[in-house]
């Protein structure tokens, strides 16, 4: 099983400012197939990017996504009031599929 | 307009059973692999099964394995889960989305609780 992790486990920022998340992986994940998610509290998740840095319909360019080997990075270039939300990623290369642990972008 | 609405979710005690729902619109569910998701109070998202658009493969998490099965109506738009063999470790919202990888669309979920 390929264990995610996700570093900081919270983000305190302003809006305008620059938020960068990470993901790391406990090995290679196949085609760099990893995704990010948006998650707000009684809502649906909303994803983000896929393969790890193609943003999904309708997604704003200020997400993107990155990898460098086993290191993924969500970059939120000027956080809007909006953004502030959990965000996860999660890696669909291999059974089973699995998540990092979240990181929360809070308001500062 | 896509959605994605599930439904089923209720109290039950531990070693019951309940079957979910999820019911899609705005699709073309008969060409679309979907999958189950969970998130228990406090923690993060998990993985719980996935079905491939004719209803073979179907593929688990390891604690639900034997317990929980995942299945599919293409004629209704639905896919199911039938839940077995409950414990306080499934409580949890659990969403339907569409795909067996990365998922794009997701529903709202339906809010399962195992207790005494």
């Known amino acids: 099983e390929i264990v995610l992790t996700q570093s900081p486990a919270t983000l305190s920022l302003s809006p305008g400012e620059r938020a960068t998340l990470s993901c790391g992986a406990s090995q290679t994940i196949s085609n760099n197939y990893l995704a990010w998610y948006q998650h707000k509290p009684g809502l649906a998740p909303r994803p983000l990017i896929y393969g790890a840095s193609t943003r999904a319909t309708g997604i704003p360019d200020r997400f993107s996504g990155s990898v460098s080997g086993t290191d993924f990075t969500l970059t939120i270039s000027r956080l809007e009031p909006e953004d502030f939300a959990v965000y996860y990623c999660q890696q669909y290369g291999s059974l089973p599929r699995t998540f990092g642990q979240g990181t929360k972008v809070e308001i500062k | 307009e896509v959605q994605l609405v599930e439904s089923g979710g209720d109290l039950v005690q531990p070693g019951g059973s309940l079957r979910l729902s999820c019911v899609a619109s705005?699709?073309?569910?008969?060409?679309?692999?979907m999958s189950w998701f969970r998130q228990a109070p406090g923690k993060g998202l998990e993985w719980v099964a996935n079905i491939h658009e004719d209803g073979n493969p179907k593929n688990y998490m390891d604690s639900v394995k034997g317990r929980f099965t995942v299945s599919r109506d293409n004629a209704k738009n639905s896919l199911y889960l039938q839940m077995n063999s409950l414990t306080a470790d499934d409580t949890a919202v659990y969403y339907c989305?569409?795909?067996?990888?990365?998922?794009?669309?997701w529903g709202q979920g339906t809010l399962v609780t195992v207790s005494s």
């Open positions: 989305a569409r795909g067996r990888g990365w998922c794009d669309f």
């Open positions: 705005g699709i073309t569910f008969d060409k679309s692999g």
